[in-house]
């Protein structure tokens, strides 16, 4: 498996410098998102978060607000992972107030307040998980076809059941 994410990588970060050499700012921005997310994958929290963080620079000065959120959500997961909880409060924070001009974005946003469900779920703060949690949950249910996130809601509101009880 290992292989393939540095195939990937090495493949990424050809398109990247074509792009750079090109001057096309979205491209470069994908790249940086995609070898982001490749370094989540692998666990390496500090390279996933320089590359995420160098992608919401590049979304930002060409205008992309989703994906700047999309950047933001994704560096709360990192940061979450890592245990940097107020950096990952920040990130979804900070997600969450840009998708309030995108209404289109239900999907996104029920995502952010499910990761930060998790983050609160980690802080043992579990009132504020639970609130999350069925935030993301209603996000979903009315966003219809969605029964694979509702049920992935209702499994984190079952392990917060299950954590408060012990």
């Avoid at 050499?21 to 979205?26: P, R, T």
């Avoid at 607000?65 to 940061?79: F, K, P, S």
């Avoid at 969450?96 to 802080?123: A, Q, S, V």
Wanted: aromatic share 12%; with cysteine; hydrophobic share 40%.
């Amino acid at each position: 498996m290992q292989k393939r994410y540095d195939e990937a990588t090495e493949m990424i970060m050809k398109a990247q410098k074509y792009f750079e050499e090109i001057g096309a700012q979205g491209g470069v921005a994908n790249c940086l998102r995609i070898l982001g997310s490749i370094y989540m994958n692998q666990r390496q929290y500090d390279e996933a978060a320089d590359m995420l963080s160098n992608a919401q620079m590049q979304y930002q000065n060409i205008g992309k607000i989703v994906n700047v959120a999309w950047c933001y959500q994704y560096l709360g997961i990192c940061y979450r992972l890592q245990g940097q909880y107020g950096k990952a409060k920040e990130a979804f924070t900070e997600a969450l107030e840009l998708l309030k001009g995108f209404p289109g974005e239900r999907f996104k946003i029920g995502w952010i307040l499910l990761e930060f469900g998790h983050l609160f779920f980690d802080l043992k703060d579990f009132v504020e998980a639970r609130r999350k949690y069925e935030d993301a949950k209603n996000v979903f249910d009315s966003h219809g076809q969605l029964e694979k996130d509702v049920d992935e809601c209702s499994r984190a509101l079952a392990k917060l059941d299950e954590a408060i009880k012990q």
